[in-house]
Every structure is written in structure tokens, then in C-alpha cells.
């Protein structure tokens, strides 16, 4: 429920931020069409002043015409007249058409500026999304790793639940139960006490075995006592065993402690691949390679398994490429390089890179 409240969320962000540049486009595109028709009315207002200018130079021409003749005909003063009303109203259409054109002019100049401006900021806006949409994304994947990693941790949790109650904690109880039995024969039949108590012997090494199978596992002594070649060369021992798989292991370079950070992350990381070979691989052989050089630690796990398609693995959310995206992880806080060689039918081979603080 948190998870999709988060992805809702997340979504309507996105949805907002579309929205308002979609509307910002818009609203460039009407700006710059007000701006377009007052250009093309600046350009009519313009040809009709032109038009005024030349009747009012023929009215002037008619009326000096008619002043010229004014005495010597009577019948010309009504024309007169009419020439003169006829000049005062296109000289005050002139005056409006020469308001009308420079308001224009303003309102055209101010829409340009402002189409100028919106496209400055849609400019920066657009720039500035794809990195919100980036940021939001590496968000989304962050808050989903979230998640997928209290699962893992969860069931991680019954794993070893389950491991001391059906293991050790079983063990336990059937130890009470022959002890309270070794009781009641040292009244009735003391000989049979010490078979009793060689049998509990077997049984409590038996479960030190598991107890210490269980701490192994979620955090060998071995990585911390003596370095991390050889907890990975005891796990590949044990997995061996388990699993009945045939694994080789090579190391290279210096055989030296390592930050107890980057120690941790290696045994890890070959701890999740060969788990992935276990779980998915169907392999019947494994090679381990470890290096370490002065800058830098390589592992390179290989298997002859079915393979399959990376992209599809990677991409896909259900939850079952955890562990890809887990080893992935831990590489990336420490400045690694993870590579990944599969396909199907032609097994995979995983190589790490993680540098070495000197």
C-alpha cells in the first residue's frame, strides 16, 4: 500500500509538471498569434493611411483648384464646401488610424517580447524536466528497492526462523526429552545410561554443526578472523557439498586484508551470484576467479547453465531480479562496475570491479 501511494504520488507530480508545460505551450502559441494579427493589422491600417494621404492631397489639389475660380464662379462655393468637410474627415480618420496603428504597434512589440520570453522558459522548463524526470525515476527505483529490500530482509528472517526451528530447536528438545529419559534409568537400568548419553553427545554435535551453519551464513567468522579468500573459499567448500555442484575456484594478486566494507561486499556478491546458480542456473560446473591488485579487486563467476535474456531480467518489477539489482547496488555505493555476459542456452558469466583503497 505504501509502495503504490509512493508510485501515485510520484505520478501525479509528473502529471502536474506535463500539464503546465503543455498549458505554457499553449499559451505561447495564442500570444503568438495575437501577436501575428496585430502585425497583419498594423500592415492594413498602414496600406489605408496611404489611401487617406492620397485623397487628401487631391482634395487640397481641388480645393486650391476651386479657390483659384471661387470669384469668378458662384456656382462652385457649394463644392467648396463640400471639399473642405470632406478634408476635415479624412484628416480626423487619419488621426484615429495613426492611434489606432501605433496602439497596435505596442501590442504586437509586448506579444513578441512575451513569445520571446515563454520560449526562454519553456526552453529551461523542458531542459529542466528531463532531469526531474530522471530524478523522479532514480526516486521511483530507490523507493522501490526500498521495499524489495524489506521483503529480502523479512524473508531473510523466516528463513532463519525456520532454519532454528526445524534445526537446532528440535534438536533442543529432543536432547530435554532423552536427559529426562537418562534419569529415570539411572534408578532402573544404569548401564544403559551411558549409550544414552554417547547418543546425546552426537546429537548436540550435530546441532553446534547447524547452529554454526546458521551464524556462518549470516556472517562468517572466517571474513572477519581471516579476510575474505578464505570465508569465499570455505563458502564455496560448503556449497559444494550442498549442492553437489562442481566448483573451481583460482585467485590472483596479493593476498591481503581489505576494508572490512569492501570485504563484506565481495563475499556477498559471490555469495548472491552462486545462490543464482543454485536457484536458476541448472549448472553442472562453476568457476570462481579473484584478483586483487593495487587499485583494484576483480571476481568473475562463470557457469555452463541455461542463461537467459539480461533485459528482460532486468526490466522486469515483479521481484524476482532482486538479487541482480541488490548486487548492483552494493557495487555502486562502492564505486564498482558490475558486467553481466548471458544468453540463453550458453550459460552466464558475471564480472566485478571494485576498487581498493590503498
Not at 502585425?39 to 494621404?53: P, V
Not at 565481495?266 to 591488485?293: G, M, P, S, T
Amino acid at each position: 500500500m505504501v509502495e503504490e501511494r509512493s508510485s501515485g504520488g510520484l505520478n501525479s507530480l509528473n502529471m502536474v509538471i506535463r500539464e503546465t508545460v503543455h498549458t505554457l505551450e499553449d499559451g505561447r502559441k495564442q500570444m503568438f498569434a495575437v501577436a501575428e494579427n496585430a502585425r497583419n493589422e498594423c500592415t492594413r491600417l498602414s496600406g489605408t493611411l496611404l489611401e487617406i494621404d492620397r485623397q487628401l492631397e487631391a482634395a487640397n489639389r481641388e480645393l486650391a483648384a476651386v479657390g483659384d475660380s471661387e470669384e469668378e464662379a458662384r456656382e462652385l462655393q457649394v463644392r467648396l464646401i463640400t471639399l473642405k468637410e470632406r478634408r476635415r474627415q479624412l484628416a480626423n480618420k487619419k488621426r484615429e488610424l495613426e492611434t489606432s496603428l501605433a496602439s497596435l504597434r505596442e501590442t504586437a512589440e509586448k506579444a513578441e517580447d512575451m513569445v520571446a520570453q515563454v520560449g526562454v522558459v519553456m526552453d529551461f522548463i523542458r531542459g529542466n524536466l528531463r532531469d526531474i524526470n530522471v530524478r523522479l525515476e532514480s526516486l521511483h527505483q530507490k523507493q522501490q528497492m526500498g521495499m524489495q529490500i524489506i521483503r529480502a530482509q523479512e524473508e531473510e528472517r523466516k528463513r532463519v526462523a525456520r532454519e532454528i526451528h526445524d534445526g537446532p530447536a528440535q534438536s533442543m528438545a529432543n536432547v530435554v526429552l532423552r536427559m529426562e529419559f537418562c534419569e529415570k534409568l539411572l534408578d532402573v537400568e544404569p548401564e544403559k545410561v551411558r549409550g544414552e548419553l554417547q547418543e546425546l553427545k552426537k546429537i548436540v554435535r550435530n546441532n553446534l554443526q547447524d547452529v554454526r551453519k546458521i551464524i556462518f551464513d549470516l556472517r562468517p567468522m572466517a571474513l572477519d578472523d581471516l579476510g575474505v579468500v578464505p570465508a569465499v573459499k570455505k563458502y564455496i567448500k560448503d556449497f559444494r557439498e550442498k549442492y553437489d555442484i562442481n566448483i573451481e575456484m583460482t585467485f590472483r594478486g596479493k593476498d591481503i586484508r581489505l576494508d572490512s566494507l569492501l570485504e563484506i561486499a565481495l563475499f556477498r556478491l559471490v555469495q548472491e551470484a552462486l545462490n543464482n546458480v543454485a536457484k536458476h542456473a541448472h549448472a553442472a560446473n562453476v568457476r570462481v576467479a579473484f584478483e586483487i591488485r593495487d587499485h583494484e579487486a576483480r571476481v568473475m563467476v562463470e557457469d555452463d547453465g541455461v542463461g537467459f535474456i539480461l533485459e528482460r531480467v532486468l526490466n522486469n518489477r515483479s521481484g524476482v531480479n532482486f538479487g541482480l539489482i541488490s548486487m548492483k547496488e552494493r557495487i555502486d555505493l562502492l564505486g564498482g562496475t558490475m558486467n553481466i555476459d548471458t544468453k540463453p542456452g550458453s550459460g552466464t558469466r558475471i564480472l566485478f570491479t571494485m576498487p581498493v583503497k590503498e
